[in-house]
C-alpha cells in the first residue's frame, strides 16, 4: 500500500488550496482515509478524516468550517479543499489509513498503519 500526498504550495492568508492523495495496491473499501498535519517542533496532529465505505467525516475543531475532506473512489484519491487559510495551517501535511477505526481512535496518529510522504503548505500573512 502506498499514499502518494501532493498539491501542498505558498499562498497568502485567505486563499483557498486542494490537496491530494492517492492510494494504490489496494481499494478504499473499509478504510478510514486522515490527514494529519506537523508544524516545526510540534506534534502531529489530526486535521479530518473520511469514513469511506459510509462517507462520515471528522473534522479538528481548529478545522472546521474551512476545510472538508472528500474522495473519488474511482481515482482511489481522497482530496483536502482548504479555505479561508491562515499562517497558523502552515505545516506538512500527511495522509493515512487504517482500517476499521472506532470513532474514538480516528483523531489519533499512531491508530494508522499506512502513512504518505507528506506536502508542504506554506501560508503567508
Known amino acids: 500500500v502506498q499514499l502518494q500526498a501532493s498539491g501542498g504550495g505558498l499562498v497568502q492568508a485567505g486563499d483557498s488550496l486542494r490537496i491530494s492523495c492517492e492510494a494504490s495496491?489496494?481499494?478504499?473499501?473499509?478504510?478510514?482515509m486522515g490527514w494529519f498535519r506537523q508544524a516545526p517542533g510540534k506534534e502531529r496532529e489530526f486535521v479530518a478524516a473520511?469514513?469511506?465505505?459510509?462517507?462520515?467525516?471528522y473534522y479538528a475543531e481548529s478545522v472546521k468550517g474551512r476545510f472538508t475532506i472528500s474522495g473519488d473512489k474511482a481515482k482511489n484519491t481522497v482530496y483536502l479543499q482548504m479555505n479561508s487559510l491562515k499562517p497558523e495551517d502552515t505545516a506538512v501535511y500527511y495522509c493515512?489509513?487504517?482500517?476499521?477505526?472506532?470513532?474514538?481512535?480516528?483523531?489519533?496518529?499512531?491508530?494508522?498503519?499506512?502513512w504518505g510522504q507528506g506536502t508542504q503548505v506554506t501560508v503567508s500573512s
Open positions: 495496491g489496494r481499494t478504499f473499501s473499509d478504510y478510514v
Open positions: 493515512a489509513s487504517a482500517l476499521r477505526l472506532i470513532a474514538s481512535s480516528i483523531r489519533i496518529p499512531s491508530s494508522y498503519t499506512d
Open positions: 473520511v469514513r469511506w465505505s459510509i462517507g462520515s467525516t
